[in-house]
């Protein structure tokens, strides 16, 4: 099955195949979406209805999301890196979710460079939302882009062959491992005759979003591409729930009740009085904000009773609170609210050995996934390195990165990803040494003498020689003391053994090991 695929920028387009649809959506607002949305479902001709479908996930299949965390994740898209975009939206589409409603998240790229077998399933089907959101958080930035494998490994994880399996795709990129992931899904396709794959493609030229045109054509699956969180958020709501009729049109008044005063970033209780579609929802947005206007996080859906809880921008200001129809282009009701300044403190010594556990008093208003991270002095504050949730309490410890330089200390709202308060911290070079025979047989035991500074599973290795410092084969950890032994490879060679700091695989010292036939 084949079709020619065509992808217009600025208003949504839909590719003339009968199994295909992609399109370029760039929403501002709530009802934009809404017609972007169907215009991706093919509705040519149609009226959006008054209120929008009710979410659920088809139970009749089992539903996985496929989460590109590769090197190219890293780039900015309007200055914000596009893992922060991804990881926002797919949170926001998580949290949403009903609680009996099973998703199984698969990521790759996110742990090791130039690996094709970075692929992990890092929230198995039926696992908690909070722990699916949590391990997107997680996810940085790293590797290859192994998507044909990773949706290979899902459909096994979804036991794709034995019932019908849904499979999104999220990424930014084209395959760069797998030589032909047309042929490979043609195959996989061939033993699960249930599997239906969609493809998100983010941030994608329209020829790198053609190339991956055959993963949805081959399956009976759409193809969207899109630019923001907005579009993305909408993406996933429109791919994974599976429509309700909607109730009929009526937009009777509403009312809402709440404090006239709250710190920015904060979360606020909304009574509320209306007509209680399920998809009607309350946002808080600037005063003033055009109607339509919403977004992602901002908002709860009218469902979850009276009061609901809303989480406010952590910049103070003067906003509204407004109850919305659910097809976002009429307001029912509305609340002035004013948010006022927040502010945080962070206390530590001015340096630290690199590496190591370095320990931190803070002040701050301590929201819900507000966090502490030791990060380079000059990168961007949306961006964060080692860090540590501040409901862990304080004074909290946080592991340093293992290189040597000047970073910062800062507490970070998660909340928008705002700085509150931030602290320099020069971390030092630290060293190590290795002591051992030239040369040893191969399988044998080779006793080692160390020094280093042994923090938490740093490991001595044997290893090729010229093999990347991230390389780990035979090894022992650190703590077993001074001396030690490691095993000794089976094929002779020239080696190494290396002191590696576990935090960054950082190798601190090395020493040749000529391994020789074994006697």
Known sequence: MSCAVRVEYGAPSVVQCAVMRVSRIQPRSFGSMLTAALA??????????????????????????VFDASGSMAATLDG?????????????????????????????????????????????VGSPHEQTREAVAGLQPTGKT???????????HLESHRQPAHIVLLTDGEETCHPDPCAAIR???????????????????PEATASLACLATETGGTVKAVDDAPSLTMALDDLVHTPVEPPPDDFPPATLEARATAPAGSTVSVSWTGRGYERD???????????????????????EGSP??????????????????????????????????????????TSAPAGSDVAITWTGPGYTR????????????????????????????????????DYEIRY????????????????????????????????????????????????????????????????????????????????????????VVMNGRRVLARKKLKITKAP
């Open 187 to 205: 195959t996989l396709k061939s033993k699960s005759a249930g599997l239906v794959v969609d493809v998100i493609a983010f941030d994608m030229s």
């Open 80 to 124: 914000t890196p596009k893992i922060e975009v991804a990881r926002a939206a797919v949170d926001n589409f998580v949290g949403n979710l009903d609680p009996a409603d099973p998703l199984a998240l698969v990521a790759y790229g996110h742990r090791r460079k130039g690996d094709c077998e970075d692929i992990e399933v890092v929230a198995p």
């Open 370 to 405: 507000d966090y502490l991270t030791i990060i380079k002095a000059d990168a961007p504050d949306n961006t964060w390195d080692k860090y540590a949730y501040v409901e862990m309490g304080s004074p909290l410890t946080i592991q340093a990165p293992s290189q040597p330089g």
């Open 40 to 65: 991706l479902w093919g509705c040519s001709g149609c009226k959006p209805t008054s209120e929008a479908a009710s979410p659920v996930i088809n139970q009749e299949r089992r539903t996985g999301l």
């Open 412 to 499: 970070v709202i998660r909340n928008g990803r705002k700085t509150l308060a931030r602290q320099k911290l020069t971390l030092t070079d630290i060293s190590a040494t290795v002591k051992a025979p030239s040369s040893a047989p191969a399988g044998s035991d080779v006793p080692i003498t160390w020094t280093g500074p042994a923090y938490n599973r740093d490991f001595l290795t044997i290893v090729k020689v010229g093999t990347p410092d991230d390389t780990r084969e035979k090894y022992t950890y650190v703590e077993e003391g001074s001396p030690l032994t490691v095993q000794a490879p089976r094929e002779p060679g020239d080696y190494e053994i290396r002191y």
């Open 146 to 156: 192994p998507l044909t494998d990773a949706i290979t490994q899902m459909a096994a």
């Open 281 to 303: 929802f309350i946002v808080v947005v600037e005063a003033g904000a055009e109607e339509g206007t919403w977004a992602p996080g901002r908002y709860a859906y009218v469902k």
């Open 308 to 349: 609901v809880s809303i989480q406010t921008p952590s910049e103070p200001g003067d906003y509204e609170l407004r109850y919305v129809a659910a097809n976002g282009k009429k307001t029912l009701g509305r609340r002035a609210i004013t948010l006022t300044g927040i502010a945080a403190t962070v206390q530590t010594p």
